[in-house]
């Protein structure tokens, strides 16, 4: 143990300076050669709606409500707050423009990696080592998922945080300071909001006690070790704790697999996962749990495998320490989600999260090569070679591994292509025809994934979604029934079947649905959003008011339901109806313009022109060109009777740039303009705007308009103005 540590504890700095420069320089332009092509990607279909694209709540930015939502709202079951956060920084900054999201991904990976590089440095005293081990991270393809995928932002950001508190903690242990541990919690803090995952820094950091900090000589300073990490341990404890309260994190339901099989299916997973990174062939997403659990042979041939390296490790741990404090390291980070704890209903195990357990594999592999290199007689020149050339194919592996992520379409195939016996990915694949219009081939897929997994309660309920709208009712509402009888308490099926009796007109039925979303999750924004328009439909409201107001952050799709029935009720003439819709719509940003636009409509219509104004005002605001709108608010102006409302000069400067706008070809316009004429007192050039607007009322066979404007001739032609307003 001496002799290992007067190898590996040389003061960092013995290379030239520009070295460690250059090894940065190389780790950031690798990780951009291999993964700046996702600055050219799209949001996939694979959580990045839900985290992002269609979340009404990330895509408004920062603000303090926003920090306040993201502490007490898990993202897709994962409690991730700091991430959450980042999305919403993305939003404010690039809009929905996904390759902003994915280079801020590619930025946090390339700096993950040269603080790796620096922090092996400074604790090993070794710069190719450390370089090579850095470069192993930064380009493996098993990178590629939690580099290329939006969602897995907090993989990286996480990954960021680990690295700092690792500096922090090597820098306390070499230079010991009152500040030292404050700033190695603090970082470690950081990184637990970003991912739960980083829990395991505790123990990462007593392995680094005794390899290569060489802190670790025998028990009692073991013990004093874990008391100075019990700070550490106590706040991953309560991040442990906090993530696993989130809904839906922790499988509990009926999937829930038997815990002999997720024991078989971890031994395994730990397999797969050392030889992906030996040889990194067939990567898709997901892997899907086998349906009856793992093949015997499989769990014992794994098991052997891990007691043999284990025993191995265990018995070389004085001469060669690395071996086992890398060994541990993969082993240490991997347990959180290597299965024994379910945390996914349908994934045996997913690439992501080899992102920082593989660390420690690549450690011990770097250190044992040089060691057992140790006599070659062209060593360097050899050596340097083989780490060429294995960073150049990682490299290039890894490129063609995060093409797939550039669009859906590409990821799914990519995953049928890997695993044509997946069901996860046939009910994927079915998603993506569902969209395409396909919905014939998506039912096959679906049905696919079905006779795999017969009880896949995702698949069922998305068979439900294709024949419904392939108006199959009847089929849908059995599919739906079907997946509630396997996990009751299946908000999407249940929202899905009340949506199917409400298409149907058995409001009853659809409201007892609904109601009892609500009843066992008063949170559900859905839920309460459907609720408020069934009971609007039902004219209740009262009672769909109520509803809005527990509605606090409903996404895209409730919102353009409460869009698109705003407008169902104005060609109903329901005018409060269609006002309490649009209110809703603009209340979450939901196509604000349209909607203040369609709101000014029903408050015209109820008579309510004040109002009226306003919000063709407010819709102009937001998006200044709008023809429609300026000809709209220009009209009310001129021909109001109330004549504290009346403005003949912005009426006629509006209806003059919606006249400029529109070509000068619209006579409906040209009537707005003669108005506004009209009002000002300019009746001579009313009576000939009002003309122009004739000629084209006719030719273009607009009776009702040109009968309109004929009258409305006579009018200025005997000085008076037009008091009249749109209907």
Same mark, same amino acid.
Request: overall charge positive; charged content about 15%.
């Given at each position: 143990?001496?002799?290992?540590e007067?190898q ?12 460690p420069?250059c090894v940065?320089?190389f &780790?950031a332009?690798?990780?951009l050669?291999?993964?700046?092509q996702t ?5 996939v279909d694979y959580d990045?709606r839900?985290?992002v694209s269609?979340?009404?709540v990330?895509?408004q930015?920062l603000?303090?409500?926003a ?5 007490t709202?898990?993202?897709?079951s994962n409690w ?10 993305d939003?404010q ?5 996904a ?6 991904n590619v930025? &946090? ?5 040269v603080l790796?590089?620096l922090?092996?440095?400074q604790m ?7 370089a090579f081990?850095?470069?192993?991270f930064?380009v493996?393809p #098993?990178?590629?998922?939690?580099v290329?995928?939006?969602s897995?932002?907090k993989?990286v ?7 700092l508190?690792l500096?922090a ?13 404050v700033?190695v919690f603090?970082?470690f803090?950081l990184g637990l909001l970003?991912k739960?995952?980083?829990?395991t ?6 392995? #680094?006690d005794y390899w290569?900090l060489g802190r670790l000589h025998?028990?009692r ?11 550490l341990?106590? #706040?991953?404890a309560?991040?442990?704790v906090a993530?696993a309260?989130?809904?839906g ?8 697999i ?5 024991a078989?299916?971890a031994?395994?997973?730990y397999a797969?996962?050392?030889?992906q990174?030996?040889?990194?062939a067939?990567?898709a997403?997901?892997?899907g749990?086998?349906?009856?659990g793992?093949?015997v042979w499989?769990?014992?041939?794994a098991?052997? &495998?891990l007691?043999?390296?284990s ?5 070389w741990?004085?001469k060669?320490?690395w071996?086992?404090?890398?060994w541990l390291?993969?082993?240490?980070m991997l347990?959180?989600v290597i299965g ?9 195990h ?5 992102y920082?357990?593989g660390?420690?594999?690549?450690m011990a592999v770097t250190?044992?090569?040089a060691d ?5 007689r062209?060593?360097?020149?050899a050596?340097?070679?083989l ?6 194919a990682l ?7 995060a093409s797939?992520?550039k669009d ?13 016996g997946?069901?996860m990915?046939l009910?994927?694949?079915g998603n ?12 096959a897929?679906f ?8 009880d896949y309660?995702q698949a ?5 979604n294709a ?6 009712d ?5 599919q739906y029934e079907k997946a509630?009888?396997i996990?009751?308490?299946y ?14 007109g058995?409001l ?5 649905r ?15 959003n459907?609720?408020?328009q069934a ?8 009672g769909?008011m ?10 895209a799709d409730?919102?353009a339901g409460?869009?698109?029935?705003g407008g169902?009720?104005?060609?109903k ?7 309490v819709c649009y209110?809703?719509?603009?209340k ?5 313009a349209?909607a203040?636009?369609?709101l000014a409509?029903?408050y015209v219509?109820?008579?309510e ?12 605001e937001?998006?200044p ?5 300026q000809n ?8 109001t009777?109330?004549?504290?409302l ?8 509006l ?5 400029? #706008? ?7 316009i040209l009537?707005?303009?003669?108005a506004?004429?009209?009002e000002?007192g ?5 009576a000939?705007?009002a003309?122009?607007g004739l000629?084209?009322a006719?030719?273009?066979k607009?009776?009702a308009l ?7 001739i ?6 008076s ?7």
């Open positions: 143990m001496k002799a290992a007067l590996v504890n040389r003061p960092a700095g013995k290379a030239p300076g520009w070295q420069v940065c320089v &780790l332009l690798a990780v050669a291999v993964f700046g600055a050219r990607f799209e949001f990045d839900e985290n269609t979340n009404q990330v895509q930015g603000s303090a409500q920090v306040g939502w993201a502490f709202h898990a993202q897709v991730v707050p700091l991430t959450t956060l980042s999305h919403m920084l939003c900054v690039f809009g929905l423009r390759g902003g999201h994915h280079l801020v930025l &946090l990976h390339a700096g993950t990696a790796l590089f922090v092996l440095r090993t005293g070794s710069l190719w080592r450390s081990v850095a470069a192993l930064a493996h #098993l990178r590629a998922e939690s290329a995928w939006v897995e932002r993989d950001l996480s990954g960021l945080f680990f690295m508190a500096g903690y090597v820098r306390q242990a070499r230079q010991p300071s009152r500040a030292g541990p700033a603090l970082l803090g970003a739960s995952m980083v829990a820094l505790p123990f990462v950091l007593l392995l #680094l290569p025998n028990g300073e073991f013990l004093r070790l874990v008391r100075e990490k019990m700070p341990f106590a #706040l991953s309560g991040a442990c993530a309260l989130a809904p994190l922790v499988v509990m339901n009926a999937q829930r038997p815990l002999p099989e997720r078989g299916n031994v395994v997973s797969v996962y050392l030889g990174m030996i040889f990194p067939g990567l997403t997901p892997y749990n086998p349906p009856h793992q093949a499989k769990v014992c041939l098991f052997v &495998l007691v043999a390296i025993a191995a490790v265990m018995a741990r004085k060669r320490p071996l086992l404090t890398g390291w993969y082993l240490g347990f959180p024994i704890i379910q945390i996914s209903a349908d994934a045996a997913a690439d992501r999260y080899t920082l357990p660390i420690g594999l690549a250190w044992g090569v057992w290199s140790a006599g070659w062209h060593r360097r020149a050596l340097g070679g780490m060429m050339a294995v960073i150049g490299a290039v592996c890894a490129r063609i591994q797939y992520w859906s379409q590409s990821l799914w195939t990519r995953a049928q292509a890997c695993g044509s997946n069901y990915v009910n994927n694949a993506l025809l569902v969209k395409q219009g396909k919905l014939d081939e998506a039912i897929q049905r696919k994934s079905l006779e795999i997994a017969p309660v069922i309920n998305n068979l439900g024949l419904a709208m392939k108006g199959a009847e089929a849908a509402i059995a509630l009888k996990r009751p308490g908000t999407s099926a249940q929202i899905n079947l009340a949506n199917v009796f409400l298409k149907q058995k009853d039925e659809a409201i007892a609904y109601r009892g979303i609500v009843e066992s999750n008063a949170d559900n924004a859905a839920g309460q459907s609720l408020g009971l609007l439909r039902k004219g209740d409201i009262d769909a109520a509803c809005l107001e527990k509605a606090a952050s409903p996404g409730a919102l409460w869009f698109n029935l169902e009720f104005l060609q003439s329901n005018w409060q109806a269609a006002i209110r809703q719509a603009i979450f940003d939901f196509r604000p349209d203040c636009a369609s409509m029903a219509k109820k008579g022109i004040k109002q009226a104004m306003d919000s063709l005002q407010q819709s102009l937001i998006n060109d709008q023809i429609s709108v709209n608010l220009a009209l009310l102006l001129a021909t009777f109330s004549p504290s009346r403005n003949g000069a912005k009426a006629v400067a209806a003059t740039r919606a006249n400029q #706008l529109s070509g000068g070809g619209n006579p409906a009537h707005t303009l003669a506004a004429y009209a000002q300019s009746y001579a050039l009313a000939a705007t003309r122009r000629e084209l006719v030719e273009q607009q009776d040109a009968a309109a404007l004929q009258e409305e006579k009018l200025y032609e005997a000085n103005p037009l008091r009249d307003a749109p209907q």
